[in-house]
């Protein structure tokens, strides 16, 4: 069982001893009882950096370098990550819900059981990322790459799951389900971005017949 003081233990600290500094007060304060505290460190070097299951809530952290961070559980709700870097990085069963995040790079990023609701990944770069299991309703992928990644299992929702003019080319997608808006780039086997009853056809090849696309 998680206990309130282990949603502030840092298992690993980062190596830059800026980013370390602005981890440590922001830790110290919420320790102390400011509950008003966020962890503010917008470009921050965060690599090397263990932050499992810490309560990061609203943290401003566009244009971090997160790259290769283990930050499964972690909550991240509300957090602004315009821009960061966060590919290779473990976010399994992380709390992303209505992050903004235009333009995220989390390439090879482990997302698996992730909590994306309303998230906004608008240009996200999401090449073989692992999303299996995640729950993307109402999320915004416009113009996202997800080119190789895993998204069986996801959960596109009741609310639609924005992919106008995202890239799915070789995404594997058994048994995802849910509401999604097109139209899709689906690669080189159809030279037109696929949309309506043409892209519902497409989830359903790919094992995903439980796929409905809202006009």
């Known amino acids: 069982m998680t206990t309130p003081e282990a949603r502030y233990d840092v298992r690993a600290w980062p190596h830059d001893d800026e980013a370390r500094a602005d981890l440590a007060a922001y830790v110290e304060a919420r320790r102390s009882g400011d509950d008003r505290a966020v962890l503010s460190a917008d470009e921050g070097d965060f690599r090397g950096a263990d ?18 961070t283990r930050l499964a559980r972690t909550d991240l709700f509300r957090a602004n990550l315009a821009g960061a870097d966060l590919d290779g990085a473990d976010l399994t069963g992380a709390q992303l819900r209505k992050v903004e ?40 992928l416009s113009g996202a790459d997800l080119r190789g990644a895993d998204l069986r299992a996801c959960g596109f929702g009741g609310s639609p799951t924005y992919l106008d003019d995202a890239r799915l080319a070789d995404t594997l997608l058994t048994g995802a389900n849910g ?37």
Do not use: H, K, N
Request: glycine content about 14%.
């Open 179 to 215: 509401v999604v808006r097109g139209p899709v780039d689906v690669g080189t086997e159809s030279p037109e971005p696929l949309d309506g009853p043409a892209l519902e056809a497409w989830f359903r090849d790919r094992g995903a017949p439980g796929v409905r696309v809202e006009g």
């Open 51 to 68: 932050l499992t299951g810490m309560d990061l809530v609203g943290a401003f952290l566009m244009g971090a370098d997160l790259s290769g």
């Open 101 to 140: 995040a235009p333009g995220l790079s989390a390439r090879e990023a482990i997302l698996a059981g992730a909590d994306l609701f309303v998230a906004e990944l608008d240009e996200a770069d999401l090449r073989s990322a692992d999303l299996r299991g995640a729950l993307l309703s109402g999320t915004s």
